[in-house]
């Protein structure tokens, strides 16, 4: 399974920023899909995630302020952040758990670069 990530960009504090998450791949099934991100000297922290079911849960640091999606046709997840403040900036993947017959695995797509300016 491949992941492509994108949407980051430069906005001020307050702003708004789309990313998407386009998996593709042959007769695979994602079990859940999740949001990273990664400062500079920080460690890699988990954003956001969604099941195959809908199911989503946030870090306590975005709560209200990102929302994540999915669009089970194209295959893609969303990850809508609004209210950004300078902290969000980051580098942020997608990562998403799936299966294919009875192997499960995991993949992740390249990062995109969320700058936040204050």
């Known amino acids: 399974v491949q992941l492509q990530a994108s949407g980051g960009g430069l906005v001020q504090a307050g702003g708004s920023l789309r990313l998407s998450c386009a998996a593709s791949?042959?007769?695979?099934?994602?079990?859940?899909t999740n949001w990273y991100r990664q400062a500079p000297g920080k460690e890699r922290e988990l954003v956001a995630t969604?099941?195959?079911?809908?199911?989503?849960t946030y870090a306590d640091s975005v709560k209200g302020r990102f929302t994540i999606a999915r669009d089970n046709a194209a295959n893609t997840v969303s990850l809508q952040m609004d209210s950004l403040k300078p902290e969000d900036t980051a580098v942020y993947y997608c990562?998403?758990?799936?299966?294919?017959?009875?192997?499960?695995?995991?993949?992740w797509g390249q990062g995109t670069q969320v700058t936040v300016s204050s």
């Open positions: 990562h998403a758990n799936w299966r294919y017959d009875f192997m499960r695995s995991f993949s």
């Open positions: 791949g042959r007769d695979f099934n994602i079990i859940a």
């Open positions: 969604i099941t195959s079911g809908g199911a989503t």
